[in-house]
Structures are given as C-alpha cells and as structure tokens.
C-alpha cells in the first residue's frame, strides 16, 4: 500500500476479511484494505494484483486505486472529488437525481458514454452504472489529483458505477456522491464485476439495502460488465 497521507498509527486493517454475500473472489484477483484516518471503519478494495495507493488532498479528494503501478488499467475508487462544490455535483452526468439538485450546472453524458440507471431498493439511495470505449474511457476514470494522471491513459473500456446518497440538512437537499470505474482487460471482465459489486456493498445506505436487492444488484452489475466487453 503506498499513501500519500499521514495516518496516526494504530488501527491495523484486519489481514483476512470475508467477502459479502453473494461474491467470490475471482481468479487472479486480490483484496486490499484501507483506512482513511484513524478511527474509521476499514474499507476494502477488490482489483488484479497490483499497487494499491490511497490519496487525500487538502481540498478533501479522496481516491483508493489498486492496479498496475503504470496507470494504464486497474480499479479507481473516488470517496470524494475534493472541495465542497466539486462534490455538490459529482456524478450528475450519471444520476438524474443529482442533477436536478444542481441547476444550471453542466450534467451532460460525456461522448461516446453509455449510462443505465440502477434501482437500488434504498430511499434516497440512486445508482448508475456506465460504459466508455477508449479514447473516452478516461472520462470515468475520476483520477485528477492522483501522481502521474497526465502519464496514464487507459488501454480499455472503462465500466463505472456511480451512486449518490440524497438527504435533507436544515431544509436543504444534498448530495454525496462516489464511484468506481475498472478498466481491464476482457479476460478480467470477472474482476471488474466483484470490484464493483464489492464497492456497493460497503457503501453508505447499503446496510439497509435487502439481500434480495444485493443479490439483485450485483446480478445487474455482472450483466451490464459481460454486455460491454470491448
């Protein structure tokens, strides 16, 4: 693991930890964990063999990327884009529910991007999964702030999820937004479907969400990674 981040010590992350049902490890896949700062719960990302590197800058960006060290495909999870006004809108191209809290910004699909809504089961709780072929691919990856982003092109499509957790605060509505976008080879398409099903399941909202509907979602996801193979 190599953060770029000052974590006071303690708190080890758990060496073993059992994957939420109904995944399973994919061959070739690894699993590694997380916390960003002390006292947080663990958090667990799924991905190929690789380095994993966590971010947090002083604007707030949070990111957690497992995967080659040269950028070129992995997985890229983003908690927080950075700056309270970034993340206000974050993932509005993708969810229609939070560009309706943020008008007049620009919520336009980027180019050659293929979205599909998600039903998550969860009030309040909105999900989209998301395509994009290289060259426009790079458009999910959600990587600003990481070292060496002008270096790392992705080399194949990109499979994103993105969900925002809508609430009320003294009588205003906003949105926390975060993601996950995997970019692999096909031959690692199983790998890209567990990483994203593993991201939904430790999400915020997600304790209340049903197995029914988990099973549910992760069945989608594995669908949605298996139509788009490039």
């Not at 974590?7 to 758990?14: S, T």
């Not at 959600?142 to 994103?160: F, L, P, Q």
Request: glycine residues 12%; negative net charge.
């Amino acid at each position: 693991m190599n953060a770029f981040f000052s974590v006071p010590a303690g708190d080890p992350v758990p060496r073993t930890v059992r994957l939420p049902d109904p995944l399973t490890l994919p061959s070739g896949a690894v699993v590694a964990g997380v916390r960003l700062g002390r006292g947080e719960a663990a958090h667990y990302i799924l991905g190929p063999e690789g380095t994993c590197n966590a971010y947090l800058g002083a604007d707030g960006a949070a990111r957690i990327g497992l995967g080659p060290a040269d950028g070129s495909a992995g997985i890229w999870e983003v908690f927080s884009p950075g700056g309270a006004a970034l993340w206000a809108k974050y993932g509005c191209a993708y969810i229609p529910e939070v560009a309706r809290l943020v008008p007049g910004e620009d919520c336009s699909k980027p180019q050659g991007t293929e979205v599909r809504p998600v039903p998550t089961g969860v009030r309040g709780l909105y999900a989209s999964l998301a395509w994009a072929q290289p060259p426009d691919s790079g458009e999910l990856w959600g990587r600003g702030n990481a070292e060496n982003d002008s270096e790392a092109t992705a080399r194949y499509g990109t499979v994103a999820l993105f969900m925002a957790h809508v609430s009320t605060y003294s009588g205003h509505r906003y949105s926390e937004g975060l993601s996950i976008s995997c970019s692999l080879p096909d031959r690692q398409d199983d790998i890209c479907a567990a990483s994203l099903g593993m991201f939904l399941t430790q999400m915020e909202g997600a304790a209340s969400m049903g197995a029914s509907d988990r099973r549910r979602l992760v069945r989608v996801i594995h669908m949605f990674v298996e139509q788009h193979r490039s």
